[in-house]
């Protein structure tokens, strides 16, 4: 009798892990297998462990938010992927500069001629891009 309950009671506490990893955006069966040959707790203590699929971290305010998210629902900030396309052009200006700096070139001078060269660049690729699709 007692080992009826017991198989019960572990795969009931299979079934809350494989919940638990669904809600996090894991496959559940895989969790639920897991958990049923090695132990639910085991397998409850991976589940608390693993990250969570479904969420983000708001990059101005640290906390977790909608993975699909596009505004923070905490600060209202929002978070298209202008910045991290800013922060990739902002890299790449500011590499030039050194580069041009080194060459011999005034800072104000490198600064124009790297923006000039980075648009030319960006309008390159997004050719690349157009041409790439039309084939
Ligand atoms: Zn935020």
Redesign the pocket.
């Known amino acids: 009798m007692g080992a009826i309950i017991g198989g019960i009671l572990w795969i009931i506490l299979c079934a809350l892990t494989a919940t638990l990893a669904e809600r996090k955006g894991h496959k559940g069966i895989g969790y639920f297998l897991l958990a049923l040959f090695l132990s639910p707790l085991i397998g409850l203590i991976i589940v608390a462990c693993i990250s969570n699929k479904t969420q983000k971290l708001?990059p101005?305010?640290k906390?977790a938010?909608d993975i699909h998210a596009t505004v923070?629902g905490?600060?209202g900030?929002e978070l298209t992927k202008k910045n991290s396309t800013n922060a990739e052009k902002e890299k790449w200006i500011s590499e030039r500069i050194v580069e041009l700096i080194s060459t011999g070139k005034t800072a104000t001078d490198a600064k124009i001629q790297a923006e000039a060269e980075y648009s030319v660049e960006k309008n390159n690729k997004e050719e690349n891009k157009s041409t790439e699709a039309n084939e």
């Open positions: 708001c101005y305010c906390k938010i923070c905490f600060c900030k």
